[in-house]
């Protein structure tokens, strides 16, 4: 069973979402980064769910066993071709830290940036721990994985269908608005596929990502680590 590791929150990765290359920080806002990362762990519920269903591959896009979700479009089809199971997984971290977030815009922009940022890296973190785990789980059946790939990219829309499907509501408080925003906002959901060892393991792709042409990381030869 997957139990989620005492979290960091890197400041490095902090600034790296705020946008800093290097350029030199002074003691006051130094200090409040080192502030708002204390307080942001004080505000996060981590919550976590992920499952596993067999993998069908169709004309219109990627079904999974013994559910009515359909997984549309060419990019999750081509992400999954060699997939024998499929994992869906969310994560949030509860809505008071997005609360927070919206009060300090009131109040003082630069905190609310940098507590933004400071969530940001945390649900980051935690996806990469659980994917981490499920690369470990399946090394143990003899398998390997493709990498996370989130609804919202490419050409795979983000669906409330894919929440239900995991039940995601009732086990962790994630939902959807009418628009697919996820809610509360700080959240994430991801697909991995489960392939064999003997298959080409395909690294993130930023051409797939629906901020591709806009993406300030991109132009600074980094990924956002989606």
């Known amino acids: 069973m997957f139990k989620l590791k005492e979290l960091k929150i890197p400041k490095d990765e902090v600034l790296r979402y705020l946008g800093y290359k290097k350029q030199g920080i002074d003691e006051a806002l130094n200090n409040l980064i080192d502030e708002t990362i204390e307080e942001c762990k004080t505000l996060i519920s981590p919550k976590f769910i992920h499952a596993t269903y067999n993998t069908i591959i169709g004309e219109d896009g990627v079904r999974l066993e013994g559910t009515n979700l359909l997984l549309p479009g060419n990019d999750i089809r081509e992400h999954l071709k060699n997939a024998g199971k499929t994992v869906l997984m969310a994560v949030t971290l509860g809505g008071n830290i997005q609360t ?47 990498f996370r790939y989130s609804p919202g990219y490419g050409d795979l829309p983000i669906t409330k269908d894919f929440l239900k499907t995991l039940n995601a509501d009732k086990r962790i408080g994630l939902t959807a608005s009418e628009s697919h925003l996820l809610l509360p906002r700080k959240s994430v959901t991801a697909i991995i596929g489960l392939i064999p060892k003997t298959e080409e393991v395909k690294k993130r792709n930023c051409a797939v990502c629906s901020n591709y042409k806009n993406c300030s990381f991109r132009r600074e030869g980094i990924r956002c680590g989606s």
């Open 100 to 146: 927070k977030i919206v009060f300090y815009e009131k109040i003082n922009l630069t905190k609310a940036l940098i507590m933004d940022s400071c969530a940001t890296t945390v649900v980051e973190e935690i996806c990469d721990m659980l994917e981490e785990y499920i690369k470990e789980e399946a090394l143990n059946e003899g398998l390997s994985i493709t």
